[in-house]
């Protein structure tokens, strides 16, 4: 699968309807960005069971605002609709296999017990 586009009017659906989003915040102007694109395009390649999201920060910069981006590029990745992982920076390819594969194994029983036990 490749990556997609992401909107702040399309968000909300792509999280409903998908139960591992990654979401790259990126800008044309970025550098590390810009060295991060092949890298996070050839894991949704390796990956299609997982959607492979990007947000240009200029063209979407409500939806930038409203995440807390303020260094790009930031990945954040969505499981069951819940933010499991933030992060700015570029990931080498190894970097980015490894939170993918611990985004794929987190215990979400467990996850939301304990963000449960935290809000009481």
């Not at 467990?110 to 935290?118: D, H, P, S, T, W």
Request: contains cysteine; aromatic residues 8%; negative net charge.
């Amino acid at each position: 699968m490749t990556t997609i586009d992401i909107t702040e009017k399309t968000l909300a659906d792509t999280l409903e309807n998908n139960d591992i989003v990654f979401v790259d915040f990126w800008a044309g102007w970025c550098g590390p960005c810009r060295m991060f694109a092949p890298t996070y395009e050839a894991a949704s390649q390796k990956h299609p069971d997982i959607t492979f999201a990007k947000v240009d920060t200029e063209a979407e910069q409500a939806l930038a605002a409203a995440a807390g981006i303020t260094s790009i590029p930031n990945l954040m990745a969505f499981r069951d609709k819940t933010l499991v992982f933030s992060q700015p920076g570029a990931l080498n390819a190894t970097g980015l296999e490894q939170v993918i594969e611990g985004v794929k194994n987190l215990d979400m029983t467990k996850l939301r017990a304990e963000a449960e036990q935290q809000q009481a």
